[in-house]
C-alpha cells in the first residue's frame, strides 16, 4: 500500500488541479473520521485503504471532470500498478455508485459500479458530505441532488449509503 503522503506526490504528477488535491485531501480526512467512528461500533474496516483511496479517488480529474473521470482514474491507478482495492474505489465512488442501466444512459461502459466493500462505501459517502473543500450535511447533499434532478434511485441510494455507514 502507498503512503498518503505518496498518494498526494501521485495527484501533483498527474497534474491534477490544487483545488482537487484540497477537494481530496478533506474528503480523505472524512472519510477517516467515519472509518473510525465505524470501527468504533466494533465493525472492521482497513483505514489506510480508506485515507489512500480517499486521497486518489478524484485522480482522474486531472484528464476530466465530466461523469468519466472515475475511468480516467482507474487508467491511470491501473498504469501505477496500484492495489486493486484502491483502483476499486476510485471506479465506484461517484454517488453511491452507479447502475449498469444509469452507467448506459451516460454513455458510460454498461457495468455496475457500485461500491462494494466498506472501504468503498466509506470513501463515496465521504465524498457525498464534500463540496468542494466545505464538509456538508447529508440533508444537504441530497438537496443538491434534487436540485440538479438526480433520479430518485440515485438519492435513495445515498441515503441508503448514509444509513449503512451511519454517520451524517
Known amino acids: 500500500m502507498i503512503s498518503p503522503s505518496d498518494a ?5 504528477e498527474a497534474g ?3 483545488n482537487v488535491i484540497r477537494h481530496c485531501q478533506v474528503v480523505s480526512k472524512k472519510a477517516v ?8 461500533s466494533g465493525k472492521d474496516v482497513d483505514l489506510e485503504v480508506v485515507e489512500v483511496g480517499a ?7 486531472c484528464r476530466t471532470h465530466g461523469i468519466r473521470h472515475a475511468l480516467e482514474g482507474v487508467s491511470i491507478a491501473e498504469d501505477l500498478d496500484l492495489d486493486r482495492r484502491l483502483i476499486r474505489i476510485i471506479r465506484n465512488h461517484i454517488g453511491a455508485g452507479i447502475t449498469c442501466q444509469e452507467a ?3 454513455g458510460l461502459p454498461e457495468v455496475d459500479y457500485l461500491p462494494v466493500s466498506i472501504e468503498e462505501k466509506i470513501v463515496s459517502h465521504a465524498d ?3 463540496m468542494g473543500e466545505e464538509t456538508v450535511t ?13 433520479s430518485e434511485d440515485a438519492i435513495a441510494r445515498v441515503q441508503d449509503l448514509a444509513d449503512e455507514v451511519g454517520i451524517y
Open 16 to 18: 491534477c488541479a490544487a
Open 55 to 61: 486521497l486518489l479517488h478524484d485522480i482522474g480529474r
Open 33 to 40: 473520521e467515519i472509518a473510525v467512528a465505524y470501527r468504533g
Open 104 to 106: 448506459s444512459r451516460l
Open 138 to 150: 447529508i440533508s444537504r447533499c441530497l438537496q443538491r441532488m434534487k436540485d440538479r434532478g438526480m
Open 128 to 130: 457525498n458530505l464534500v
Open 8 to 12: 498526494l506526490k501521485l495527484l501533483e
